[in-house]
């Protein structure tokens, strides 16, 4: 399991170095913070067409040396960003970054499923908990290193040498026999049409509920000056992600969203009308836990396909959900342009709101197919 732990923990290392930094580097070249901002969706669209395509290959070549392409791939791009003269090679560097970092993602998932076979969602809540792990990294090494250029620098050469180091030892789970290129129209056909869809929008809805968490709540909190819970909001939000994949192998993914989601609803649209900043807190940590919902996701999707479709179909379930996640900050952003927890709740309500109705659907229209196979 170290060569899916490590890997991924790296991963998030990376991608969330730039948080420590935007400030820094908005000043250095001379731009308007949102400028530096766009870095988010970018990288999000990298991850998208990353994604994707590398995943196409893990169910062609195999998961270890798809995971080791990305791990190069989003190391040295971090590598690179230390060195960009202009705001132009900073986007171009970042979106590799996603590019290689969302692939490596997608591939975990598939390994997961495959090495473990059970209890898959408890120890995929666990992994997608590394975010705020990788995050800490993040925070624990800016402390050391302030200055941006050398921060990527070390983070990017660390994640190239322990990445590479940790993944060679993975055990490779995509046989021989099983590497024949896979069509990919198959995710469309009849038993998987409406999986592909419904997932994808449930996908979609997760991202769009946990990424204004991650980048706009701290901002939020700091504004209602009670930044001394941005810690213990990491932790629930921690625990929440191994809660909810726990409880998705014991009542079920399916129902396990229902909850997480109805939980978001509810949330959201009390933190539309909260103004009290404890009251503020709390509702987020009740995000926090129903976004716990997205730890499981992508090994949902992966179990849904077989083995030689895997890879390619989590990849492309995750690409429109990333397209759209990519743009999250933003959107909640100038939805609560006068109230940042009006901007939060709305873009949750409405998350949830989706993630509920595809599951519901989902419930329906999978039941129907199973009647109908009997």
Do not use: C, H
Not at 188 to 206: D, H, N, P, Q, W
Not at 325 to 349: K, Q, Y
Not at 362 to 372: A, E, G, T
């Amino acid at each position: 399991m170290i060569g899916i732990l490590i890997p991924f923990t790296l991963s998030a290392y990376v991608v969330f170095s730039i948080s420590m930094v935007l400030t820094q580097i908005s000043n250095y070249f001379d731009v308007p913070l949102y400028i530096i901002s766009l870095t988010f969706p970018i990288d999000f669209i990298g991850g998208a067409i990353g994604g994707f395509i590398l995943g196409r290959y893990a169910d062609k070549i195999g998961r270890k040396k798809i995971t080791i392409l990305s791990i190069i791939i989003f190391s040295l791009s971090l590598i690179f960003s230390s060195f960009t003269s202009s705001i132009a090679e900073l986007f171009i560097s970042w979106f590799f970054v996603g590019f290689g970092v969302n692939a490596e993602n997608g591939v975990a998932y598939s390994l997961i499923v495959e090495t473990l076979g059970s209890y898959t969602g408890s120890f995929g809540g666990l992994v997608q908990g590394l975010y705020y792990v990788g995050f800490g990294l993040d925070v624990v090494t800016y402390s050391f290193v302030k200055y941006w250029r050398l921060l990527f620098l070390i983070i990017g050469t660390a994640s190239l040498v322990f990445g590479i180091m940790s993944s060679i030892i993975i055990i490779e789970t995509l046989k021989i026999y099983q590497r024949k290129p896979s069509n990919i129209s198959r995710i469309f056909e009849s038993k998987y049409r409406y999986k592909t869809i419904l997932l994808s929008l449930i996908v979609m809805g997760a991202f769009l509920l946990s990424v204004p968490l991650l980048s706009i709540a701290p901002t939020l909190i700091e504004k209602i000056n009670m930044t001394s819970n941005i810690g213990l909001l990491s932790i629930i939000g921690f625990f929440s992600y191994w809660l909810a994949g726990f409880l998705s192998d014991k009542v079920g993914r399916v129902k396990t969203t229902l909850i997480f989601s109805a939980l978001g609803l509810i949330s959201g649209l009390l933190l539309i009308l909260a103004k009290n900043p404890y009251f503020i807190i709390i509702l987020l940590a009740l995000l926090y836990i129903s976004s716990g919902l997205f730890s499981y996701d992508g090994i949902w999707v992966s179990e849904n396909y077989p083995i030689d479709l895997r890879a390619t179909a989590s990849n492309f379930v995750f690409m429109f959900g990333r397209f759209i996640g990519g743009f999250a900050p933003e959107i909640t952003s100038v939805v609560g342009m006068l109230n940042l927890s009006f901007g939060i709740g709305i873009v949750s309500f409405f998350a949830s709101v989706l993630i509920l109705t595809a599951s519901i659907i989902f419930i329906l229209v999978d039941k129907k197919s199973s009647i109908n196979n009997t």
